[in-house]
Structure formats: C-alpha cells, structure tokens
C-alpha cells in the first residue's frame, strides 16, 4: 500500500467563508508546532505527550503518564485483541503501550509528518528490542509486537501510525477500507479543534457496536467566565491554540448528537494533573523553544496560563466515556 499523501492539507475555496479562513490558519500552525517541537518534548517529557496523573508525590513525571493511560484504559476496557483508534496520537506512546502491555491492536493518527518519523522510529526500534521480525513492511501497515509476557492469554498487539488528519479519518478508514473501531481514544485532541461536531460524528461512524469514545482533556468550567477567568481561557485558547475550551456538557451534547450516551459520569481529575505543568525546561530546551517563534513561546507562557486556571478552578482535566448502543 502506498503512503496515506497530503492528509490534513486544507485549502480555502475562492470565497470561504472567514471562519473556514480561521479553522486552516488555525491547522496549520497546530501542524508546524508539533513537527517543530514534538523532537523537543520527547526529550522533556518523553514518549508520551500528554499530561500525567500524579498518584502519589513520589510519581514520576514517566509515570504520572503512565498512570493516565491506565485511568483511560479502566474507562475504556480495551483488552487484548480491543482495535483502537488514537486519534492525534502524538509520537504513538500510548499507542505502542497498548499494544506492547496489552496486546491491542492500535491504529494511530496525526498531521504533524515529524510525528510519524519519530514514531516508527521509535517503534522500529522497540519491536526489534522485544524480538519481533525485523523486516520493514509498507509504512501503512501493521507492525506486529509479541505477546505481553505479563498477561497471560493475551493476544500479540500491533501497532500502525498514519499521517492523517481527523477530519479524513472517517473517509479512509470507514469508507475506503470499511474499519471499525473498539474504542476511538482522545488525549488532549478535541481542544484543538474548530470541527468538534465532525470529530464526534466520524468517531461515532467508525466505533463498533457496543464500542467507546474515550476522552481526556481540558475544559472551562464554567457556562458564562466571569471576566477574570475568561481573560485565563483566553490566554489558554491563544498560547495553546485552540478556538475556545468547551465545558463537559457541550461535549456530552455533541456525543448524543451522534448517537452515543455516556458510560459513567465526568471524571475530574485536574489536582491529580496539575502536577505536570510545574516542569522546568532544560536551558537548551528552553532556548530551542524560544528559537522556534511566536506559537512556541506561547506554548512556555500557556504552560503558567494552565497552571493558574486548574488552580483558579477556571479550567478543568475530565476524563469522559461515551458508548455506541450495540
């Protein structure tokens, strides 16, 4: 199979409309952001982007990460043999975990190009490690990981990265190959994008009967911010490049909207992740950041933005499920 080509490339039709205009600036400095700085975080925060939830004061930043994927994997219930769809999965460390410790067989997606290099790079490297055949099959395809020595009865996960943007993956895979999905896993995605109704209703198209959307992300708290916490949510929005962070109900709404209902209640879990923005950047970490331009210094400042609004309350971290009737 050949390469999946110029996912994720937006371009405006002669009279679009402003907000059309808005969504691809928007895109493309999310995509240069993450090919610029995706070298960067795997040296500061390692494999997994995301934030970590702290268990215990001696949790390491590595495993407050880990810990998060496993509160998502109790939400979830993916298992051996479970097909996941990670969507914005970043250098694919959740991905390779679920695969690698659970057997699952885990298809993740990304625009950024540089995060598909250092992902199959890094799992190039790892299944060779754990003994796996070292033949190069096509980019597009599966590469398969041994058994989980640790669960017994497991299946052999396997692991794919795609350069594909969430607005194509319904297309691609649903239409095109006819996949479906255990479960669509969200990390700190939704945020970023203008297109949450088209997110929620593709992700709904390619689950399973029975199947789940696992989310975790940021969100405002309250309906209407008083004007001292929408001055926090605005420097969040623009540091972090996202349109505006919604609340819980608005993304409850947009998952009934599409057929799902959730599987338990909101899990808030901001004081356990707010741990994760008190890192401090290496010097030549910091300087390569500052190096990058505006969007990279801007994501140092939203670091401390973050930090103030999970403290003020102003922002929430919720880890939400919702489930396709089987």
């Not at 020595?149 to 607005?167: C, K, P, Q, T, Y």
């Not at 255990?182 to 689950?207: I, N, P, Q, T």
């Not at 975790?216 to 001055?231: H, L």
């Amino acid at each position: 199979m050949s390469e999946v080509k110029e996912q994720g490339k937006q371009v405006a039709e002669p009279g679009a409309d402003k907000a059309k205009a808005e969504t691809n600036r928007l895109k493309k400095r999310i995509q240069k952001h993450y090919n610029v700085t995706s070298d960067l975080f795997l040296k500061v925060w390692g494999e997994h982007i995301h934030q970590g939830y702290y268990k215990s004061p001696t949790d390491t930043d590595a495993q407050a990460q880990i810990n998060q994927v496993l509160r998502l994997v109790e939400s979830s219930g993916v298992s051996a043999g479970s097909k996941v769809l990670d969507v914005g999965c970043g250098i694919g460390g959740t991905a390779r975990y679920l695969a690698r410790e659970l057997g699952c067989k885990v298809t993740g997606i990304t625009n950024s190009q540089r995060q598909v290099e250092i992902a199959r790079g890094l799992m190039a490297d790892e299944v060779a490690k754990l003994g796996s055949p070292s033949s190069s099959p096509p980019s597009t395809d599966f590469v398969q990981y041994p058994s989980p020595a640790n669960a017994e009865g497991s299946g052999a996960g396997a692991v794919r990265i795609l350069h594909l943007d969430f607005e194509q993956m319904r297309e691609y895979l649903g239409a095109e190959r006819g996949e479906k999905f255990d479960c669509v896993w969200v990390s700190e995605v939704v945020f970023h994008l203008h297109g949450r109704k088209l997110f929620f209703d593709s992700a709904s198209a390619l689950l399973e009967p029975g199947g789940c959307i696992v989310v975790a992300d940021m969100f405002r708290t309250a309906e209407k911010p008083s004007a001292s916490a929408q001055k926090e949510l605005n420097s969040i929005s623009r540091n972090h490049m996202c349109p505006v962070l919604g609340t819980v109900d608005e993304y409850t709404q947009l998952a009934r909207d599409a057929g799902l209902e959730p599987r338990h209640e909101p899990i808030d879990i901001t004081k356990n992740v707010a741990k994760t923005w008190d890192t401090s950047l290496p010097l030549g970490s910091l300087l390569y950041a500052i190096s990058q331009g505006r969007d990279s210094i801007g994501y140092l400042r939203g670091m401390r933005s973050m930090k103030r609004a999970y403290s003020h309350e102003t922002a929430s971290y919720t880890i939400l499920c919702y489930e396709k009737s089987p």
